[in-house]
């Protein structure tokens, strides 16, 4: 039998906070490459990103490192970047909020990001383990969605994510039938505040505790 309910997390400054995350990693490849090198290297990150539509760091080590042959930094990129601590950047909130979804319904990861480095962040900073492994990645959520329903099917949907776009994106074209939850952390919050896609607004995950099972079934509008 499908559950009642499934209730999905975005990661990404939803359940840890990746502006930190970027802010560390900057941080280390500056001191590795230099100036120059490091600027290169955040182009060439851009590059991959407008090139492949998705946020792919290996990638961009690789075309460094292509770039780069002789250089010593360069083949410690991939290190430097992996071995990030990313437990420490896990919002102080989140296993409360995880652990409420999971007596509410059945709580799984839904995460936008690449193949390689989104899982590893994913694993490393503890957040799979938190959902018993139940992760999927895709590089387009909002529009691969049926895929996700066919993984997890439901009476009802909740995505908590802190990109107004996937709330606009998944309330245009599922309506009712899913509750879509803006929490207000990280950038993306901070530049886009048309949140009319949204049926609760949260200013942190851990408001997610004080809502109900209901409350998550009946989207009442923005609030």
Same mark, same amino acid.
């Given at each position: 039998m499908k559950p009642g309910l499934v209730i999905f997390f975005d990661v990404d400054n939803t359940l840890l906070d990746n502006d930190?995350? !970027?802010?560390?990693?900057?941080?280390?490849?500056?001191?590795?490459?230099?100036?120059?090198?490091?600027?290169?290297f955040w182009e060439i990150y851009n590059e991959v990103r407008a090139i492949n539509d998705v946020v792919d760091i290996p990638a961009a080590i690789e075309q460094f490192q292509r770039e780069f042959p002789g250089l010593p930094a360069a083949a410690e990129l991939h290190r430097l970047v992996f071995d990030f601590p990313f437990a420490e950047v896990?919002?102080?909130?989140?296993?409360?909020?995880?652990?409420?979804?999971?007596?509410?319904?059945?709580?799984?990861?839904?995460? /936008?990001?690449?193949?390689?480095?989104?899982?590893?962040?994913?694993?490393?900073?503890?957040?799979?383990?938190?959902?018993?492994?139940?992760?999927?990645?895709?590089?387009?959520?909002?529009?691969?969605?049926?895929?996700?329903?066919q993984l997890y099917p439901a009476g009802h949907y909740v995505m908590v994510d802190d990109k107004p776009r996937i709330h606009r994106a998944l309330k245009a074209r599922y309506g /009712?039938?899913?509750?879509?939850?803006?929490?207000?952390?990280?950038? !993306?919050?901070?530049?886009?505040? /048309? !949140?009319?896609?949204? /049926?609760?607004?949260?200013?942190?995950?851990?408001?997610?505790?004080?809502?109900?099972?209901?409350?998550?079934?009946?989207?009442?509008?923005?609030?």
């Amino acid at each position: 039998m499908k559950p009642g309910l499934v209730i999905f997390f975005d990661v990404d400054n939803t359940l840890l906070d990746n502006d930190a995350v !970027y802010a560390g990693l900057h941080e280390r490849t500056a001191a590795a490459l230099g100036p120059e090198r490091d600027r290169r290297f955040w182009e060439i990150y851009n590059e991959v990103r407008a090139i492949n539509d998705v946020v792919d760091i290996p990638a961009a080590i690789e075309q460094f490192q292509r770039e780069f042959p002789g250089l010593p930094a360069a083949a410690e990129l991939h290190r430097l970047v992996f071995d990030f601590p990313f437990a420490e950047v896990v919002f102080p909130t989140t296993p409360a909020a995880v652990a409420h979804a999971g007596a509410l319904g059945l709580p799984a990861v839904l995460s /936008d990001g690449d193949s390689r480095f989104q899982p590893h962040k994913i694993s490393a900073s503890g957040v799979a383990a938190m959902f018993d492994g139940r992760v999927v990645i895709r590089q387009h959520k909002e529009l691969e969605f049926p895929q996700v329903e066919q993984l997890y099917p439901a009476g009802h949907y909740v995505m908590v994510d802190d990109k107004p776009r996937i709330h606009r994106a998944l309330k245009a074209r599922y309506g /009712d039938t899913i509750t879509t939850i803006m929490v207000c952390q990280g950038h !993306y919050a901070a530049e886009d505040h /048309d !949140y009319h896609g949204a /049926d609760i607004v949260l200013e942190d995950i851990g408001e997610l505790t004080s809502l109900t099972a209901d409350e998550l079934k009946r989207p009442a509008g923005a609030r």
